[in-house]
Nanobody
Framework: QVQLVESGGGLVQTGGSLRLSCAAS????????MAWFRRAPGKERELVAA????????HYKDSVRGRFAISRENTKSTVDLEMNDLKPEDTAIYYC???????????????WGQGTQVTVSS
């Protein structure tokens, strides 16, 4: 079973950038579709970005498309989320997730990290 550990969160001003990283262990990383979700205070968890097992296909929430970029490195068992032009509404806990089923079939992921806080000040 895969274990996921996120890093890279923090406090940034509006318009700033952050890079989140997720390190996986305990499974065959290339067999998992990977994603980043977030949960803002008082809101439901939402899918922010997803990437296929090969890394060739990606998906983004409309509000982050063009600002965020998801990438994976199967040789290192990592998946990153580059976040640019950050806005206060991006403030949330960001979670890395893994699933054998791709996002276009199901957004119910089986494996989750503990999360990392991203705070964007106005």
């Amino acid at each position: 079973q895969v274990q996921l550990v996120e890093s890279g969160g923090g406090l940034v001003q509006t318009g700033g950038s952050l890079r989140l990283s997720c390190a996986a262990s305990g499974g065959i990383f290339s067999g998992y579709n990977m994603a980043w979700f977030r949960r803002a205070p008082g809101k439901e968890r939402e899918l922010v970005a997803a990437v296929s097992r090969s890394g060739l296909s990606t998906h983004y929430k409309d509000s982050v498309r063009g600002r965020f970029a998801i990438s994976r490195e199967n040789t290192k068992s990592t998946v990153d989320l580059e976040m640019n032009d950050l806005k206060p509404e991006d403030t949330a806990i960001y979670y890395c997730a893994a699933n054998h089923t791709p996002w276009y079939i199901s957004e119910e992921y089986d494996h989750w990290g503990q999360g990392t806080q991203v705070t964007v000040s106005s």
